[in-house]
């Protein structure tokens, strides 16, 4: 006899994320976000929520690294490492990662797609190509887009802005 199976094993070893049907993100960081968006512009603007349950605390506002930043974003990955630390730690979840889209709409492109890597979180959008900031909130599985509700709620929450940070090596 061997030793039990493997297939057992497999399946108590990694737990899974919590897949939230709603996203919730305080009013502050909604604003902060929104204003992140303007400040980027024409350069797409990217960032990360974390929280629990689909329940966004805290928001890192993160600089775009890609050579065309007015049509794609690449997260720093020192600032990524910073704020997901908590993550990484156990202590709270990647909610959502959030990206403008300067001139297009408020829709997951082909290339958002192909990069999506986290398929427990919300992919939000803000498209400034109208008079108003229009924000969606999708999950990406697979290559499969579908819109998440989301909402705006009045709890506390805290910004924290990697941006101007001295260079790291
Ligand atoms: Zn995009």
């Known amino acids: 006899m061997g030793l039990g199976s493997p297939i057992l094993f497999r399946s108590v070893a990694r737990a ?4 939230f049907a709603t996203l919730t993100v305080p009013r502050i960081l909604y604003e902060r976000m929104v204003a992140h968006c303007r400040e ?11 929280g629990k349950g689909g329940v966004a605390r805290r928001a890192y506002a993160l600089r775009n690294v890609h050579a065309q930043p007015a049509i794609r974003y690449q997260i720093d990955p020192a600032d990524q490492h910073v704020a997901m630390q908590g993550v990484l730690a156990g202590q709270e979840e990647l909610v959502a990662i959030y990206h403008s889209h300067p001139t297009t709409v408020a829709y997951p492109s082909r290339t958002d797609v192909a990069m ?11 498209s400034m190509a109208g008079q108003e900031p229009e924000v969606k909130a999708f999950r990406i599985t697979d290559g499969e887009v579908a819109e998440l509700p989301w ?11 990697l941006r101007w940070l001295p260079e790291r090596e």
């Open 151 to 161: 909402r705006v709620a009045d709890l506390a929450g805290e910004w924290v802005d």
């Open 40 to 50: 980027e512009w024409p350069k797409e603007a990217c960032g990360i929520m974390t």
């Open 116 to 126: 999506a890597r986290y398929p427990e979180a919300a992919y939000v959008i803000v």
């Open 16 to 19: 899974v994320p919590s897949r």
